[in-house]
C-alpha cells in the first residue's frame, strides 16, 4: 500500500475505525517518509495521527518535523499528552525543541519530565546552555563509555544492553574512558566484535583518539568527522572529559546549512531560516531589502562621482560611453576573487595570514587578465564610434587593465580582512564587492582619463 | 613523540638504521595525518617510507594522497613493487587512481593484479566504467549480502569472517538478497547484534530499503543519504540486483566538492580541480579569463546602447549622472534572485515547473524593494545637483523599480531555465545575471527617460 494513500482523505475514519492496523502498517515506511506526509496533513489530523502512534515512533517522527511544526503539535497536545513523546526524543533533538517552544510551554515540559526521569530533564537543561552552533550544541551525550579494565565480552554485552533499552541512538563506537571520565582510547564495533573476547578493552583500543572540544565550531566539527572519514567524533571538555559524540549525519545536516548560508550572503542575502517557498513573504523583503538598501546607500556615491566630473565627460567625447563597460569588468573580476577567496577559506586552504601570498596572485592574475581584455577594449574604443580617438583608446586599455585589478586585489583582501576581524567573510559579498569596486572603478577612470587628454600624442 | 618529528629531518637516516621500529611508531597515529605529513615530504624520502610500511597501511595511506601525488609514487615505485599496495587498496579508491594513471602503467598494473587476484581487477575494469560522478562511480562493491534463511547467529559469524579476512572497508548494514541479487531487506549492525540469534533475517530485517540506482547522480546520492540519516546507501541496477554501495564519509566529500563547485560557478569561476594555492598560475588564469572575456564581450553591448544614446545623454541634463547606480541595482537584486533559486534547485526544493510560483513571488518583491529604493533615488534626483529635475527624479525612479523588478525576474528564471534545458543552473552565475540585466537596464533607462522627458508637468 503507498504511504500517501494509507494517510489520505480516509485518514479521519481509519484513525476512528482502526487505529492499530494503520499504524502496524506505517511501522513498515521510513520515520522521514511519515515525516514528510504528516508535515502536509492539516494540524488535527497530524496531532490525532501522533495520539495513536506508539510513543518511540511518534518522537522519531516528531524528530524529523520542522521546527514550527513541532511547536504547533506540542502546542496542540497540550503539556501531559506531550510528555511521553517528549521523553523519548533524542537528546540533541529534544534541546533543540525546547529552545524552539514558547518559555512557558518548556518549563512545564521540563517539569513534567523532572518527575518521570530526573536524569533525562537534567540533561536536557544542561545542553541547553550551550551555543547552538557549537560541538555541544549539536552533541548527543549517549554514548558507550567504559573502563580500560572491562572485557571484550563485557563491552559487547553492555552495547547490547544500551541498545536493547535505547538508552544509546547509534553505537558506531565504544569509548574507553580513564576513571575520572578522560577519554583515553576508542574501539569501534567493527574493532570490538573481532578482538579475542577475554581481552580487556586497554589491549585491543586505538589510543589516539581524534576528539573535538565541547566549544569547537560546528563547522570545525564537520570538517574533522570529514577529515578522519568517521562516523563519529566524541566531545571532550576542558579537561580532556568525554561529554558527548557528534554523529555524521548531524554534521551533514550542518554542512548543508552552512553551505546554503554562506552562498545566501555570498549573494547579498541575509540567509534564510527556512526553505524558499515556507519563508514569509514580508520576512522575505526584509532579508533582501536590507542589504539592497545598504548598497544602494553605497551606490549613491556612483551619483556623485560622476556628478562631480560632468564637465570631463562634456568635454572629452566618448568617454561616458565606456563607464558601464569599465565599472562592470571591475565588480566581474572582483566577484571572481572574492568568491575563490570566500570559499577556500570555508575549506581551511588558507587564512588571513596568506594575506601576501594571495596579493601577489591576485595582483599577477588581474594584470594578466587586465592586459587581455584592455586590449580588446581598445579595439573597440579606437576602431567603432564616432568619437574614436587615440586618447580615448589608451584611457579605456588603461582603466580596463587598472580596475580588473583593482577587483581582484579588492575581492581577495576584503573577505581575508573580514575574516581577520573575526566576522564571516562570506558578508563580503558579489554584490559589494562589485558597488565598491564601482566607485573606486569610476575615480580611477575619471582620473586615468584626464592625465591622458592632457597629453598629446 | 610528535608525528612531524618521527618524520623530520631524520627520517633517511631512521629509515635506513631502524625501520621497524619507525613504522611501529607510526602505527598509533591516524592514517590522514601520515599521509598529510608524506604530502609534504620529498618524492624519494616519501617512496623509501612507503616501501617499508606494511601494504595494507601503504594502501590507507595512498587512499589519501592527492590524485598527482599518488601517480607519483606509483610512478616512483614501478609497476611491480606497487602490485602489493595497489591490490590492497580499497576498491572505488582504487578505480579512481587508474583513472589518474597514464594509460601504461595502469594497462600494466592491471594486468600484474589480475595475475594475483583476478576478482580483484575485473572489479576494478567493471567499476570504471560508470561515471565518475554517479553513483556507480563512487559505490564500492565491497558489501555484505545474505539470503533471507541465513540466521541471525550465522549473519554475525559472516560479518566477523568478512571483517577479519579485509574484504569489506566499513560494515554499517548486512543486506539480505534474494536468489538472483535482488535487494529485498536490511538490517543495521545493531539490529543484528540486538536479534534472536535463532530467527532467520527475513524474521528481523526491515523490507523497505531506501536505495539508489547505479547511474543516479552523485549530489542525488548525497541528499538520499542526508535525508534518511544513514551511514550508507545500497546501489541497485535497473533490475533491482545490488551491486554495491555508498559510506557517508565518501558522501561527505561529495558534498564539500560539489559545494565548492557551485560556488565557483556562481562566482563565475570555471571550477578548480585543486585547492586555491595548489592550482597553477597558468590554469588560474584561463579558468577565470573565460568567464571575464566572455562577459566582456556581452558588456561591450552596453557600450554600442551608451553610444546609441549619446544625443539623449547630451540633451537631457543630469541623465548620465544616475547611470551606474541604476545598472548596479538591477544587478545586485538580479545577484539575489539567482543565488536564492540555483540553491533552492540544489536542495530540491523546487523544480523548474515551480516556475510560475517563482515569478510572481520574485515580481512582488522586485516591486516591492524597487519602489522603496526608487523612493530614495527620487529624493536624491529631485533635491541634490546642478541638473535637478522633477522629469529627472521620475525617470530615476521609475528607472529603479523597473530594474530591480527586472533583476529578480532574469535572476530566478534564468537558472531555472536552464536547469530546465538540462545545465548546471549554477553557470548562470552572479557576473552573468549582473551583464545581463546591466544591457537590458541602460535600455530601460532611455525608454523611461525619453517617455517622461517628453511629457510635460
Do not use: C
Request: charged residues 25%.
Amino acid at each position: 500500500m503507498r504511504l500517501a494513500h494509507l494517510l489520505g482523505p480516509d485518514l479521519r475514519d481509519t484513525l476512528a475505525q482502526e487505529p492499530e492496523s494503520l499504524v502496524e502498517a506505517l511501522d513498515e515506511f521510513h520515520p522521514e517518509d511519515v515525516a514528510e506526509i504528516l508535515d502536509d496533513l492539516d494540524i488535527v489530523d497530524a496531532v490525532a495521527l501522533m495520539r495513536v502512534l506508539p510513543d518511540d515512533y511518534a518522537a522519531d517522527i516528531l524528530e524529523r518535523l520542522e521546527p514550527d511544526r513541532q511547536v504547533d503539535i506540542l502546542k496542540h497536545l497540550g503539556a501531559k499528552d506531550s510528555i511521553p513523546v517528549f521523553a523519548e526524543m533524542a537528546p540533541d533533538d529534544r534541546v533543540d525543541l525546547v529552545q524552539d517552544l514558547p518559555l512557558a510551554l518548556s518549563e512545564q515540559l521540563l517539569e513534567l519530565l523532572e518527575e518521570q526521569d530526573p536524569e533525562a530533564a537534567e540533561e536536557t537543561r544542561e545542553l541547553g546552555t550551550h551555543d547552538e552552533e557549537t560541538a555541544g550544541g549539536i552533541m548527543t551525550p549517549d554514548v558507550v563509555a567504559l573502563g580500560p579494565e572491562t572485557k571484550v565480552w563485557k563491552a559487547i554485552e553492555e552495547v547490547r544492553r544500551l541498545s536493547r533499552e535505547g538508552e544509546v541512538e547509534t553505537i558506531s563506537y565504544v569509548y574507553v574512558t580513564a576513571f575520572k571520565g578522560q577519554l583515553v582510547g576508542v574501539l569501534s564495533l567493527r574493532d570490538l566484535i573481532l578482538a579475542d573476547p577475554s581481552k580487556t578493552l586497554k589491549d585491543v583500543m586505538r589510543e589516539n583518539v581524534v576528539r573535538v572540544e565541547i566549544d569547537a565550531d560546528q563547522e570545525y566539527v564537520a570538517r574533522t568527522i570529514a577529515k578522519y572519514d568517521l562516523n563519529a567524533v566524541p566531545v571532550v571538555n576542558e579537561h580532556g572529559v568525554l561529554r558527548g559524540v557528534v554523529t555524521v549525519d548531524d554534521v551533514v545536516d550542518v554542512m548543508v546549512e552552512e553551505a546554503t548560508e554562506d552562498a545566501q550572503k555570498m549573494g547579498g542575502v541575509v540567509p534564510l531560516e527556512e526553505g524558499y517557498f515556507s519563508t514569509g513573504f514580508g520576512e522575505f523583503i526584509w532579508k533582501r531589502a536590507v542589504w539592497l538598501v545598504i548598497l544602494f546607500g553605497g551606490q549613491l556615491l556612483t551619483a556623485t562621482v560622476m556628478e562631480k566630473h560632468e564637465m570631463t565627460m562634456a568635454t572629452l567625447a566618448g568617454l561616458v560611453v565606456f563607464i558601464p563597460l569599465i565599472i562592470a569588468t571591475g565588480g566581474n573580476s572582483g566577484a571572481q576573487s572574492s568568491t575563490l577567496i570566500i570559499r577556500a577559506l570555508a575549506l581551511g586552504e588558507m587564512t588571513p595570514s596568506d594575506w601576501t601570498r594571495v596579493l601577489v596572485r591576485e595582483l599577477g592574475i588581474g594584470l594578466s587578465i587586465g592586459v587581455v581584455l584592455g586590449g580588446v577594449g581598445f579595439a573597440r574604443a579606437w576602431l567603432v564610434g564616432d568619437d574614436a580617438s587615440l586618447q580615448l583608446a589608451i584611457t579605456v586599455t588603461l582603466s580596463i587593465t587598472a580596475v580588473t585589478t583593482l577587483g581582484t586585489t579588492l575581492g581577495s583582501l576584503l573577505p581575508l580582512l573580514i575574516r581577520r576581524l573575526g566576522f564571516d567573510p562570506a558578508v563580503s559579498s558579489t554584490p559589494f564587492i562589485a558597488s565598491l569596486v564601482d566607485v573606486f572603478g569610476l575615480v580611477v577612470y575619471f582620473a586615468i582619463a584626464q592625465t591622458v587628454f592632457s597629453m598629446t600624442f
